[in-house]
């Protein structure tokens, strides 16, 4: 059976992940309510959407859902679970897919600095430029202002002149 994803979304009370689908077998859209078993407001977020992602009951359906956004949607989850409003809770995960670039990397834990370097990765590859898109410039030469400062070195004008 082939589906395509339209919506995902959470439902707090009971705890259920819904998807919005399109059976292209039958042409019709469908709504598939997966159920969140053993979910407290201490579990972890990425282990619950990678499990209900490796489900095999659910596997099929959820290939064209990103496990970022299914865990994105356990966040929301356990906030809720928790007591946070759902303002607080967006706030939180603004938060911790950001990176601040005042922050010293070097005295995060391994744990954290992966997650931030991932956050990057993702990052870099939003914005990178390939050779297909239609703002793609090929050997950008750009020339950089000169400053006073660099101009006066001593020690960079000796070096020319010995090769």
Request: charged share 35%.
């Amino acid at each position: 059976m082939k589906c395509v994803a339209k919506k995902c979304g959470i439902r707090f009370q009971p705890p259920a992940i819904i998807l919005i689908y399109d059976n292209e077998t039958q042409g019709k859209s469908r709504q598939r309510i997966m159920p969140v078993r053993n979910f407290s407001k201490f579990s972890d977020c990425t282990r619950a959407a990678e499990q209900l992602k490796n489900n095999p009951r659910h596997k099929s359906y959820l290939e064209q859902v990103s496990l970022k956004q299914l865990e994105k949607l356990f966040v929301f989850l356990r906030g809720h679970l928790q007591g946070q409003s759902l303002a607080e809770t967006m706030e939180q995960i603004q938060r911790e897919t950001t990176i601040d670039p005042e922050e010293d990397l070097n005295k995060l834990d391994d744990k954290e600095l992966a997650k931030r370097k991932s956050i990057m990765d993702e990052l870099f590859e939003k914005n990178q430029k390939r050779k297909d898109d239609p703002s793609f410039v090929y050997d950008v030469e750009v020339e950089f202002p000169q400053d006073e400062q660099l101009l006066s070195c001593s020690w960079d004008t000796e070096s020319a002149d010995e090769f």
